[in-house]
Protein backbone atom coordinates (compact mmCIF):
# COMPACT_ATOMS: atom_id res chain seq x y z
CA UNK A 1 0.00 0.00 0.00
CA UNK A 2 0.96 3.44 -0.67
CA UNK A 3 1.64 6.04 1.97
CA UNK A 4 0.82 9.67 2.58
CA UNK A 5 4.12 10.22 1.90
CA UNK A 6 4.39 8.54 -1.06
CA UNK A 7 1.22 10.95 -2.13
CA UNK A 8 3.05 14.16 -1.04
CA UNK A 9 5.99 13.09 -3.23
CA UNK A 10 4.21 12.24 -6.09
CA UNK A 11 2.53 15.02 -6.32
CA UNK A 12 5.08 17.11 -5.81
CA UNK A 13 7.58 15.57 -8.60
CA UNK A 14 4.69 14.23 -11.39
CA UNK A 15 1.52 16.33 -10.47
CA UNK A 16 -0.19 14.97 -13.53
CA UNK A 17 0.64 11.41 -12.90
CA UNK A 18 -2.46 8.95 -13.28
CA UNK A 19 -1.53 6.98 -10.18
CA UNK A 20 -2.58 10.10 -8.02
CA UNK A 21 -5.85 9.34 -7.73
CA UNK A 22 -5.58 5.77 -7.21
CA UNK A 23 -3.47 6.06 -4.31
CA UNK A 24 -5.54 8.69 -3.03
CA UNK A 25 -8.51 6.58 -3.21
CA UNK A 26 -6.96 3.69 -0.97
CA UNK A 27 -5.56 6.27 1.60
CA UNK A 28 -8.99 7.59 1.54
CA UNK A 29 -10.28 3.81 2.09
CA UNK A 30 -7.87 2.99 4.44
CA UNK A 31 -7.97 6.29 6.49
CA UNK A 32 -10.54 6.28 9.66
CA UNK A 33 -11.86 9.80 8.87
CA UNK A 34 -15.36 10.83 10.18
CA UNK A 35 -16.28 14.28 9.72
CA UNK A 36 -17.89 15.00 12.25
CA UNK A 37 -14.78 14.46 14.49
CA UNK A 38 -12.10 15.33 12.04
CA UNK A 39 -13.52 18.56 10.39
CA UNK A 40 -11.53 20.69 12.44
CA UNK A 41 -8.29 18.77 10.39
CA UNK A 42 -9.58 20.36 7.19
CA UNK A 43 -10.31 23.86 8.03
CA UNK A 44 -7.35 26.55 6.61
CA UNK A 45 -5.23 27.05 3.61
CA UNK A 46 -4.44 24.95 1.00
CA UNK A 47 -2.72 24.45 -2.70
CA UNK A 48 -4.94 22.21 -4.94
CA UNK A 49 -2.28 19.81 -6.53
CA UNK A 50 -4.63 17.43 -7.86
CA UNK A 51 -8.97 17.48 -8.39
CA UNK A 52 -11.06 15.17 -8.93
CA UNK A 53 -13.48 18.10 -10.66
CA UNK A 54 -13.93 17.69 -14.85
CA UNK A 55 -13.60 21.61 -15.25
CA UNK A 56 -10.06 22.35 -17.04
CA UNK A 57 -9.24 25.88 -14.79
CA UNK A 58 -9.44 23.27 -11.52
CA UNK A 59 -6.87 20.72 -13.23
CA UNK A 60 -3.01 21.37 -11.97
CA UNK A 61 -1.08 23.15 -14.25
CA UNK A 62 3.09 24.52 -13.16
CA UNK A 63 1.42 28.05 -14.24
CA UNK A 64 -1.40 28.64 -12.08
CA UNK A 65 -2.05 29.16 -8.52
CA UNK A 66 -4.60 27.13 -7.26
CA UNK A 67 -5.28 28.05 -3.54
CA UNK A 68 -8.44 26.53 -1.71
CA UNK A 69 -9.56 28.00 1.45
CA UNK A 70 -12.32 25.94 3.59
CA UNK A 71 -14.19 26.40 6.66
CA UNK A 72 -15.81 23.01 6.79
CA UNK A 73 -17.71 24.14 10.24
CA UNK A 74 -19.32 26.64 8.13
CA UNK A 75 -20.14 24.79 4.98
CA UNK A 76 -18.14 27.53 2.77
CA UNK A 77 -14.89 27.25 0.88
CA UNK A 78 -12.94 29.36 -1.38
CA UNK A 79 -11.05 28.43 -5.14
CA UNK A 80 -8.64 30.72 -5.71
CA UNK A 81 -6.94 30.75 -9.19
CA UNK A 82 -4.11 32.95 -10.54
CA UNK A 83 -0.93 33.24 -12.67
CA UNK A 84 2.14 31.43 -10.70
CA UNK A 85 4.65 34.33 -9.71
CA UNK A 86 1.99 37.31 -10.32
CA UNK A 87 1.21 38.74 -6.41
CA UNK A 88 -2.19 39.99 -6.07
CA UNK A 89 -2.57 41.92 -9.52
CA UNK A 90 -4.85 39.28 -11.43
CA UNK A 91 -7.02 36.12 -10.25
CA UNK A 92 -9.84 35.10 -9.92
CA UNK A 93 -12.11 33.80 -6.88
CA UNK A 94 -14.88 30.57 -6.87
CA UNK A 95 -17.22 31.01 -4.22
CA UNK A 96 -18.12 27.51 -2.80
CA UNK A 97 -21.32 26.04 -0.62
CA UNK A 98 -19.81 22.77 0.56
CA UNK A 99 -22.57 20.33 0.72
CA UNK A 100 -22.23 17.70 3.73
CA UNK A 101 -22.64 13.99 1.96
CA UNK A 102 -21.90 11.41 4.96
CA UNK A 103 -19.04 10.67 7.23
CA UNK A 104 -16.57 9.04 4.68
CA UNK A 105 -16.97 10.84 1.51
CA UNK A 106 -16.96 14.51 3.22
CA UNK A 107 -18.91 16.74 0.80
CA UNK A 108 -19.44 18.00 -2.33
CA UNK A 109 -19.65 21.42 -3.90
CA UNK A 110 -23.01 23.07 -4.88
Known amino acids: MESEDDLLNLLLKSPNSESIQTIAEQLEIDNNFSFSKD???LQGFWELRCSSS?????????LID?????DPLN???????????????IGTGI????????EKKNWGQI
Do not use: A, E, V
Open 39 to 41: RND
Open 54 to 62: NSPFLKYSP
Open 66 to 70: NLQIL
Open 75 to 89: LNGLNLLKPRGIKSI
Open 95 to 102: LIRLNYIN
